[in-house]
């Protein structure tokens, strides 16, 4: 059983930046893929980016592609979601994801686990 827990939402204006992290419970963490979920309201939840249980593969969403890195750190059980350049757009509930594959994709099926999800507004 893993737990996930993010932090670092909040609001910021146009053009910033924030940092979420996604800190994880359990000995398995390390085999796990990770990834990051958005969800705006009244729209479906949107995949943001994804990232190996090794983190040498890593893919995003097409709206936030050149914007926002994700980034692992094993011994810390800690997944990060650097966002730059921050539209209001990107205003949503953002969910930090696990899946018991190594690999996994694009679709909220195929992960495991879920924080409980944090903020981000993004003003104009």
């Known amino acids: 059983q893993v737990q996930l827990v993010e932090s670092g939402g909040g609001l910021v204006q146009a053009g910033g930046s924030l940092r979420l992290s996604c800190a994880a419970s359990g000995r398995t963490f390390s085999n796990y893929a990770m990834a990051w979920f958005r969800q705006a309201p009244g729209n479906e939840r949107e995949f943001v980016a994804a990232i190996s249980w090794r983190g040498n593969s890593r893919f995003y969403g097409d709206s936030v592609k050149g914007r926002f890195t994700i980034s692992r750190d094993n011994a810390k059980s800690t997944v990060i979601l650097q966002m730059n350049s921050l539209k209001p757009e990107d205003t949503a509930v953002y969910y930090c994801?696990?899946?018991?594959?190594?690999?996994?994709?694009?679709?909220?099926?195929?992960?495991?686990?879920w924080g409980q999800g944090i903020q981000v507004t993004v003003s104009s």
């Open positions: 994801a696990g899946s018991k594959g190594g690999f996994a994709g694009r679709s909220s099926h195929e992960y495991d686990y």
